[in-house]
């Protein structure tokens, strides 16, 4: 685990977000982080394709669950 530094207006949204989402910042900030790396390795895919991957994948089991 490491520190990321981001700026207070970022940090408020991801506040925000966490609260409606119902996930700590920390989890919330991870979720965004995970999505954004897949969809830029993946620039064809939508958002709702990312995401329905990756509960495919989390449904199979514990292996990676990155689609790169």
């Known amino acids: 685990m490491g520190i990321v530094k981001i700026g207070e207006e970022l940090h408020e ?4 977000a966490s609260t409606v989402m119902c996930r700590s910042i920390n989890a919330q900030a991870e979720f965004w982080m ?19 991957m990756q509960l495919e994948a989390a449904q199979a089991g514990p292996a990676d669950t990155a689609v790169a």
Do not use: D, F, Q, S
């Open 13 to 16: 949204e991801i506040r925000r």
């Open 34 to 52: 995970k999505i954004g790396m897949i969809a830029e390795a993946n620039p064809g895919l939508t958002y709702t394709e990312i995401v329905r």
